[in-house]
């Protein structure tokens, strides 16, 4: 089954302790990405990653590290958490050899709390 | 600036129909996208429009006009499970999504 794959689903923490949010799709797909959502925001993109060693800057990637070693798997660092990224976090992926129109395939999510 | 207006909140009831418009400011533009989410779950594609006119998929339709900058998407025939948020997205340019807030679709019986 074609899947994307985030974990964990839940996450407290305290702020300063670093953590990893891991992301693996099994579609082959070159394209992966890290969104968070937050109430009346709606989805912001934290970094993107085009193919394996290619990773850039979103929109709000203060704070936030990511890493593209193998094409299935793209994590995501934080490495001193603070409050202000406590949210809803998805990874989504899709395939871009054939064009950029593709949909994308979004994990279930990981919702962090830092206190 | 880029952006991207669609309507917080809507109510209709169950067998009706409704229209979520959506309005986009992009630099360029490769396409507009619609997904529907579920509370507290993942956002899944409903549709995708780059051309003017629109696109019918069983009880969802979408729309759009190039020149006006709006698009929208039109459900018929309500049922409970519809009650979901419905996320409209424009590519620009650089195919980057450029994403709204998101409208909360409330059925009510």
Known sequence: ?115 | GQNIDQPTEMTATEGAIVQINCTYQTSGFNGLFWYQQHAGEAPTFLSYNVLDGLEEKGRFSSFLSRSKGYSYLLLKELQMKDSASYLCAAMDSNYQLIWGAGTKLIIKP
């Open chain 1, 1 to 115: 089954e074609a899947q994307v794959t985030q974990n964990p689903r839940y996450l407290i923490t305290v702020t300063g302790k670093k953590l990893t949010v891991t992301c693996s799709q099994n579609m082959n797909h070159e394209y992966m990405s890290w969104y968070r959502q937050d109430p009346g925001l709606g989805l912001r993109q934290i970094y993107y990653s085009m193919n394996v060693e290619v990773t850039d800057k979103g929109d709000v990637p203060e704070g936030y590290k990511v890493s593209r070693k193998e094409k299935r798997n793209f994590p995501l660092i934080l490495e001193s958490p603070s409050p202000n990224q406590t949210s809803l976090y998805f990874c989504a992926t899709k395939p871009i050899t054939d064009g950029h129109n593709s949909p994308l395939h979004f994990g279930n999510g990981t919702r962090l709390t830092v206190t």
